[in-house]
């Protein structure tokens, strides 16, 4: 196992060697592992970074376990030639993950997803068999299109895809040393995981994305929206769904410029916010959530086919709890077509359950 790897693992958790050593002693209590002493194991793990020795097997499998790791052959050293062939490869390769990015955004994942899943089947094949600088290159791109193949896996419905993706996303900005990833990929498995009955932990895994270094504040921003949107499963925390959105507001207005391009896979902007902050209010049932949300419908670029029915589905949602049946069942309808035309199931479950709600209202009446 690399020394290289386990140092940027490290570096990205924002741990110190006293946190990576602590978490090794936890993980072999729970796997009834035997280790060296505290001290020994200090200048082992030392020793192990600076590439003097490696680690055996036992040691590898602890350190593959808390760093989100797999055992691999050494990366060998960096040199000129490395960084020259790395700013090349990036291009490149990052330059397919925004295509296939673009074309889900505008088609939907259904017509995507196989290419994206491939992408990330071949970058890790990539990772592989490279070396130095080119090695850290690719495993950048695999962590943001890793994520993307996840969320594209949620769409459609598939779970267990969706687990497997985040999990090499996370894996792969292990990897690369890069805490900006692993936090992206941690926010976006907690949506996943609040959706799915495990909305606490979800909670605790944003928080815990929040906590690592270095994050740009357009990412901090869209931690502290998701924090809000995962806290909306969570009974009785209301009060933190208002403060986090609260948060993601101040803290985008310092976001620096350029931030957007420098993270293609967040669209994160006031319109995006104020849609997200509808959202967020509809669930809540603030009598506010209309308004805000049609605003940032019509501010809305086109191209977001999903994020626009999403948006849609919260006016038909508040129109159902303001007692508007007629204009609920008229925004059911427009949303149908554009779920049906992104292929979104995730959207389409959403839609059949507040269609049965308006149904049931209206017979009531």
Same mark, same amino acid.
């Given at each position: 196992m690399d020394g290289h790897l386990i140092r940027s693992a490290r570096h990205a958790r924002g741990w110190s *060697? &006293? *946190?990576l050593l602590a978490a090794l002693r936890s993980r072999a209590v729970l796997e009834h592992v035997t280790l060296m002493s505290p001290a020994s194991l200090r200048v082992a793990l030392s020793r192990w970074e600076n590439g003097h020795t490696a680690p055996d097997p036992v040691h590898t499998r602890l350190l593959c376990s808390v760093l989100e790791l797999s055992p691999t052959n050494p990366a060998g050293p960096m040199d000129e030639q490395d960084e020259l062939r790395?700013? &090349?490869?990036?291009?490149?390769?990052?330059?397919?993950?925004?295509?296939? #990015?673009?074309?889900? #955004?505008?088609?939907?994942?259904?017509?995507v997803r196989a290419q994206t899943a491939g992408h990330v089947a071949a970058l890790e094949a990539m990772w592989e068999s490279r070396s130095g600088a080119d090695r850290r290159t690719v495993a950048l791109v695999q962590a943001d299109t890793a994520a993307?193949?996840?969320?594209?896996?949620l769409d459609v419905g598939d779970h267990a895809a969706a687990n497997r993706h985040?999990?090499?996303? #996370? *894996?792969?900005? &292990? #990897?690369s040393g890069d805490s900006t990833l692993l936090a992206h990929a941690l926010g976006?498995?907690?949506?996943?995981?609040?959706?799915?009955?495990h909305a606490r932990r979800a909670l605790a895994q944003v928080r815990r994305a929040e906590s690592l270094p270095g994050l740009p504040m357009l990412l901090r921003a869209w931690l502290a929206a998701t924090r809000a949107q995962v806290a909306t499963w969570?009974?009785?925390?209301? &009060?933190?769904v208002r403060e986090a959105m609260s948060e993601a507001e101040t803290v985008l207005a310092h976001a620096r410029p350029g931030d957007e391009v420098a993270l293609p896979f967040l669209?994160?902007?006031?319109?995006?916010? *104020?849609?997200?902050?509808?959202h967020l209010l509809v669930r809540l049932g603030d009598r506010a959530a209309g308004p805000i949300a049609e605003q940032a419908l019509a501010g809305l670029p086109a191209e977001f086919v999903r994020a626009r029915a999403g948006q849609v589905l919260d006016l038909a949602e508040y129109a159902a709890r303001t007692g508007d049946l007629d204009q609920a069942t008229a925004r059911l309808t427009a949303a149908s077509r554009a779920i049906t035309e992104v292929g979104s199931r995730r959207l389409r479950y959403r839609h059949d359950l507040l269609a049965r709600r308006v149904r049931e209202l209206s017979g009531s009446r």
């Open positions: *060697q &006293s *946190q790395d700013d &090349s490869l990036f291009g490149v390769l990052a330059h397919h993950t925004n295509s296939l #990015r673009l074309l889900d #955004r505008r088609l939907g994942a259904p017509f993307l193949a996840a969320w594209e896996d985040f999990g090499l996303a #996370r *894996q792969a900005a &292990s #990897r976006e498995h907690a949506v996943m995981l609040s959706e799915t009955g969570c009974p009785g925390e209301a &009060s933190t669209a994160l902007n006031e319109i995006h916010l *104020q849609r997200w902050n509808g």
